[in-house]
């Protein structure tokens, strides 16, 4: 959830629980006019005063989302101030962006702000009660409310939009980082980073079942009349639409748009590239199956093309041989064969060869997790079955564990680019925003009496809204 989402938010959660807190007597009395308090100008931005009041709702947010409030006043004042800097350097980007004519439309934010709201008015009973609790929380009627919850994400998102720009112009300057940058910012924050997952690395031979030569013989044979049906006038989509066994752009007329050279496998990307437009190709065979592959568009560096594929069906003998193959790599592996060579002979190039970089152990699918729970460091596992998206037969998998690491806290070297990448960002960002106050006008005034934060009394807790992102 961004910023301005968990701030409306949580305003109407609290207003949730405040409703169902008060006796149904009194709840006529929720919408009723209240006396209007004067506000005052806390900041101002360029055109633009920042209220008290923003400040204020702000805090409130925050404080519900689980902000520590410093008991010793110095520290309380400085939050506080902190927050009406972030608000000044949110309204400085918004309006550098209508300088830059950098624009939001309501459709781009709508889909969000539809799901946001969606969650809200589920948290109410009745049309009713959330109506109420809107008005009584100052934001009107429920399209009133959705005005206000598409204008925050706009903000937002013109602000993202705005860096986005800012960066591919050229015109936001890469901060230096040093070494002792990132140790410093490590060593402060050691004991709140999250603790490290355990963490495996591996590679793997993945050996997919192979067609028999009997099917291999009727998948062609099958190719083959539909390249004759074609050649004698046939619509090419239509018996796509009609034929063709990949199921992701069968529907489309076997459409694969635009490819660069490399992308497909060998053999088909050989062909693709060396039609001409509308000129239907040959029968081409790959590791997928049969195809026939027609170029419909050419330009510099790619091409648009579409294709027929047939595959030879699969049955349970066919899964029977590859799992025996499975247990002959596993008792060659084992043996001494090198993993270069038995990888180019069996493995199934769908699939990825190696984790090299550390793989949290939990996000490993059950069948690697069950594997791995016998096996030491540069053992070899026995071969054990998975999923195969494309056919319904399974895959085997031989694989063999590299390293492994239990929980525990992070080494600055394992988070070490990451420190990096956060303080480029962050100083970068400070950088073009001092600017953009250098060239307008900011004023800060006083703050009043610091925020009180008393607890709810009764009732339930509020559930907290999101976390907010960090500043922008």
């Not at 009973?125 to 009584?136: H, M, P, S, V, W």
């Not at 490399?262 to 590239?273: A, I, L, N, S, Y």
Request: charged share 30%; glycine share 6%; aromatic share 6%.
């Amino acid at each position: 959830m961004t910023r301005p989402f968990a701030i409306l938010a949580a305003s109407l959660v609290c207003a949730a629980a405040l409703y169902a807190q008060t006796p149904a007597s009194d709840r006529s009395m929720a919408s009723a006019p209240v006396p209007f308090a004067v506000d005052r100008v806390i900041a101002v931005a360029g055109d633009r005063p920042i209220l008290w009041s923003e400040v204020l709702e702000e805090y409130n947010t925050r404080r519900a989302q689980g902000m520590p409030i410093p008991p010793d006043s110095v520290e309380h004042r400085k939050l506080v101030e902190r927050m009406i800097d972030e608000l000044i350097d949110a309204e400085m980007l918004v309006q550098k962006a209508v300088v830059e004519k950098v624009e939001v439309a309501d459709g781009d934010v709508l889909p969000d702000v539809e799901t946001q709201l969606k969650k809200i008015r589920d948290q109410f009973k009745t049309d009713q009660e959330f109506r109420t609790a809107l008005a009584g929380a100052g934001f009107g009627t429920p399209e009133e409310y959705r005005k206000t919850l598409i204008d925050a994400a706009k903000r937002q998102a013109v602000q993202r939009k705005l860096i986005d720009k800012m960066k591919s112009d050229g015109k936001l300057v890469r901060a230096v980082v040093s070494e002792s940058d990132v140790l410093e910012m490590y060593d402060r924050n050691r004991t709140t980073l999250p603790k490290r997952p355990a963490q495996v690395t591996f590679r793997q031979v993945v050996i997919s079942p192979s067609p028999s030569a009997a099917a291999k013989a009727r998948a062609r044979v099958k190719v083959d009349s539909l390249l004759i049906e074609i050649q004698r006038g046939g619509n090419f989509e239509l018996i796509a639409k009609r034929e063709s066994m990949d199921a992701s752009n069968k529907e489309t007329g076997g459409d694969l748009g635009w490819n660069r050279r490399g992308v497909m496998v060998p053999e088909f990307d050989r062909m693709m590239f060396a039609l001409p437009p509308g000129v239907v190709s040959p029968v081409v065979e790959t590791n997928f199956g049969f195809h026939i592959i027609r170029v419909d568009k050419v330009q510099p560096s790619e091409v648009k093309a579409r294709h027929i594929l047939i595959m030879s069906t699969l049955d349970s003998a066919d899964e029977r041989r590859a799992r025996q193959l499975g247990d002959s790599v596993a008792t060659a592996w084992r043996a001494g064969a090198r993993y270069d060579s038995l990888s180019a002979r069996f493995h199934d190039p769908d699939e990825v060869k190696a984790f090299n970089d550390p793989f949290p152990r939990a996000e490993l699918p059950g069948a690697y997790i069950e594997a791995l729970a016998t096996l030491k460091v540069n053992d070899i596992s026995a071969p054990f079955a998975i999923e195969n998206q494309r056919r319904s037969t399974k895959k085997f998998v031989v694989f063999q564990l590299l390293s492994t690491a239990e929980e525990g806290t992070y080494s600055v070297g394992e988070v070490r680019e990451r420190i990096r990448d956060q303080l480029v960002q962050e100083r970068s960002m400070r950088r073009f925003i001092d600017g953009l106050r250098a060239d307008s006008f900011v004023l800060r005034n006083p703050i009043p009496a610091l925020p009180q934060s008393p607890e709810p009394e009764g009732g339930a807790p509020v559930e907290p809204a999101a976390a907010p992102p960090g500043k922008p």
